[in-house]
T-cell receptor, first 110, second 113 residues
Framework: RKEVEQDPGPFNVPEGATVAFNCTYS??????FFWYRQDCRKEPKLLMS???SGNEDGRFTAQLNRASQYISLLIRDSKLSDSATYLC???????????FGTGTSLTVIP | SAVISQKPSRDICQRGTSLTIQCQVD?????MFWYRQQPGQSLTLIAT?????????ESGFVIDKFPISRPNLTFSTLTVSNMSPEDSSIYLC??????????FGEGSWLTVV
């Protein structure tokens, strides 16, 4: 079983739509969770850390469900500029290594 | 935060040759990570480079193919040896600062012909 599993999409949504991505992880001892954004032909960059209590940053909301071992990312009022690949990242059992999901491709359509 | 400089940013290489990628960080870090991202794929960890000790390689990656140097706390190199077209990929250097997340270099885009 992979450490992190993510629906690769693609998700094609109209501007203004709300879209949600989920990511499951296999190691119940994982402590750190992140969502990264990767634009085409660019390196991944941190979008949000994911906290146990959930966190929100503008149109973006990240949540963690430890019981079911998944994290989610919700994007409201999608913009064209949100088109990218979104990667979930989970740390390893030892905490020294991070595992990346395969990424979910999002295209926001005018 | 951390600023990571990688070079070369891109290169086209002949099969059978080797390429060394450099990674420079603007602060001292204990662990540096080298990732590969093949076309259309996610990131795969190649190895963890620790200063003062041998790099730790992940399953499927060996030192003979991907030798790594870590001469100090701000610098590392990854060599892709005896390249084949299957090595065409983006190679990314990364650091994780204590209590925070990962930062990536801009990547080295390698095409082997």
């Amino acid at each position: 079983r992979k450490e992190v599993e993510q629906d690769p999409g693609p998700f094609n949504v109209p501007e203004g739509a709300t879209v949600a991505f989920n990511c499951t992880y296999s190691n119940s001892a994982s402590q750190s969770f992140f969502w990264y954004r990767q634009d085409c032909r660019k390196e991944p960059k941190l979008l949000m850390s994911v906290y146990s209590s959930g966190n929100e940053d503008g149109r973006f909301t990240a949540q963690l469900n430890r019981a079911s071992q998944y994290i989610s990312l919700l994007i409201r009022d999608s913009k064209l500029s949100d088109s990218a690949t979104y990667l979930c990242v989970v740390n390893s059992r030892t905490g020294n290594q991070f595992y990346f999901g395969t990424g979910t491709s999002l295209t926001v359509i005018p | 935060s951390a600023v990571i400089s990688q070079k070369p940013s891109r290169d086209i290489c002949q099969r059978g040759t080797s390429l060394t990628i450099q990674c420079q960080v603007d602060s001292q870090v204990t662990m540096m990570f080298w990732y590969r991202q093949q076309p259309g794929q996610s990131l795969t960890l190649i190895a963890t480079a620790n200063q003062g000790s041998e790099a730790t390689y992940e399953s499927g990656f060996v030192i003979d193919k991907f030798p790594i140097s870590r001469p100090n706390l701000t610098f590392s190199t990854l060599t892709v040896s005896n390249m084949s077209p299957e090595d065409s990929s983006i190679y990314l250097c990364s650091v994780g600062l204590a209590g925070t997340h990962f930062f990536f270099g801009e990547g080295s885009w390698l095409t082997v012909v």
